[in-house]
């Protein structure tokens, strides 16, 4: 990445920024599970790490098991999801895809075996099964393995480009590489833990229109207008029927 010397410092200023401004967050102990880990990296690219999180508990919930969520439709797994994950069918064709190339492989869902190998072995396993991205490939090395990578999601991205951290036309994976080059490996999962709550944190808000003025006073007007007709109307009515009554009774007597 160019400038990445210039760079450098400003991640590792926004890191110690980071930790002034939130503490040092509690690291989890206790690895994940690589197949859930896997699903949840890859929901990440289209939502916060928090809906990601309940996206995976609500298709576990849908489910049966992770062999249901392979052999199922694309549509159905977009629906167990949707709630929290606005691409959820791009997510879904990906979550497929990468659990029927884990199947293809090892003739079963499951990914244990990568906790046996090395990393580097690891890396290039996730990386190339089918609709698995280098974001979501890191997040399993890092949260599952152990390993020194840095997953780099959409937000995570987006906010490093706003704090000048990176250069703007560096790629997610060009931003991986480079984070990964500058932040050690014991500093690996605090950096992305903190920089999961900033990205949330300073993500612009959707904007939303507010009603025009002048079609609510002309919409206001319009009411205002068709009031006295309809009672005009109304009075009008009443008249014919009261009439129509006298009628009758004159023409009975």
């Known amino acids: ?37 896997l699903i949840l990296g890859l929901l990440s690219v289209e939502t916060s790490d928090a809906k990601a999180r309940r996206a995976v508990t609500a298709l576990r919930e849908a489910m049966v098991d992770i062999n249901e969520v ?24 990906a979550i497929r895809a990468s659990l029927n190339a884990i199947f293809r492989r090892e003739h079963g869902v499951t990914l244990d075996h990568l906790q046996k190998t090395g990393l580097r072995e690891a890396k ?16 399993v090395l890092l949260w599952s393995l152990g390993g020194h990578a840095i997953p780099v999601d959409r937000r995570m991205h987006e906010a490093l ?22 932040i050690s490996a014991s500093d690996a ?7 999961n709550r900033f990205s949330s944190a300073t993500a612009p808000r959707p904007h939303v229109s507010a009603p025009s003025k002048s079609r609510s006073a002309g919409a206001g007007k319009a009411k205002t207008a068709a009031g006295p007709s309809a009672k005009k109307r109304k009075n009008k009515t009443t008249s014919r029927k009261t009439t129509s009554k006298t009628r009758k009774r004159a023409s009975s007597r």
């Open 1 to 37: 990445m160019k400038n990445g010397t210039l760079y450098a410092r400003r991640v590792k200023k926004l890191l110690s920024r980071l930790k002034n401004t939130y503490g040092r967050p509690q690291i989890p102990e206790e690895p994940t599970n690589p197949v859930d880990q």
């Open 70 to 93: 392979r052999v199922s439709t694309s549509a159905e797994v977009a629906a167990a999801i949707a709630t929290h994950v606005p691409e959820s069918i791009h997510c879904a064709d």
């Open 124 to 139: 290039q396993y996730l990386e190339h099964l089918d609709g698995v991205d280098p974001g979501a490939a890191a997040s």
């Open 161 to 182: 480009r706003r704090e000048n951290c990176v250069e703007p036309s560096a790629s997610r994976g060009e931003v991986q590489a480079f984070l990964e080059r500058n």
């Open 189 to 195: 999962k605090m950096f992305c833990l903190l920089m």
